[in-house]
């Protein structure tokens, strides 16, 4: 099994450029969801999908889009790049718990972007 | 905000020492996780423990949480060179009606061979 893929793993913007982050499980999970990780700040939630059909936003959405149209693939997609969104993005899967509730997370390898 | 909070942020120690790290939350959790990131790499779930648990073990890792005072502490023995890493902690929350997986900001340990 691949487990959770992300492309790319790195990537240069320009402010105001548009680009989609790709990711794919192939475990068959319900749950996924997209973090940012910056210095100091640990991982932080943009946006989570608890099936196909439905996403809803994490802790810091503002600037990007999700959609959920297949199980396995969860796009995210950075509207017009800033400065503020370098980071290392990380796309993990999950599959429901018994009682309804996030389990073991599965994580992708990152995908570093800058934004200059 | 963050719900894990771990504690202390950064600890060096020799081979074979026990490392302890702490985490609190402040909301109501069905479970607490701990993961392991090596630099540069993907996090890793190392142990999953339920909120009515109150410890757990796998291998040399052991886990504790007391939901009285929100907190949960991962205890690594005899650490190993290869246990060098940052180590997360995360809760799940049922805010806003359904789960999210919550962070902290992680602890890094550095094990002096």
């Known amino acids: 099994n691949a487990g959770v893929t992300q492309t790319p793993k790195f990537q240069v913007l320009k402010t105001g450029q548009s680009m989609t982050l790709q990711c794919a499980q192939d475990m068959n999970h319900e749950y996924m969801s997209w973090y940012r990780q910056d210095p100091g700040m640990g991982l932080r939630l943009i946006h989570y999908?608890?099936?196909?059909?439905i996403t809803d936003q994490g802790e810091v959405p503002n600037g990007y889009n999700v959609s959920r149209s297949t199980t396995e693939d969860f796009p995210l997609r950075l509207l017009s790049a800033a400065p503020s969104q370098t980071s290392v993005y990380f796309c993990?899967?999950?599959?429901w718990g018994q009682g309804a509730f996030v389990t073991e997370a599965f994580f992708g390898q990152g995908t570093r972007l800058t934004v200059v | 905000s963050q719900q894990g909070e771990e504690d202390p942020q950064a600890l060096s120690i020799q081979e074979g020492e026990n490392a302890t790290m702490n985490c609190s939350y402040k909301?109501?959790?069905?479970?607490l996780q701990w993961y392991r990131q090596n630099s540069g790499r993907g996090l890793v779930h190392l142990i999953l423990i339920r909120s009515n648990e109150r410890e757990k073990h796998s291998g040399r890792l052991r886990v504790t949480l007391d939901t009285s005072k929100k907190s949960s502490s991962l205890l690594i023995t005899a650490s190993r060179a290869a246990d060098t890493a940052s180590y997360f902690c995360a809760t799940d929350s049922l805010r806003y009606g359904n789960n999210r997986l919550a962070f902290g900001k992680g602890n890094q340990v550095v094990v002096i061979p």
């Open positions: 909301t109501s959790i069905n479970n």
């Open positions: 999908s608890v099936g196909a059909g």
């Open positions: 993990a899967s999950s599959y």
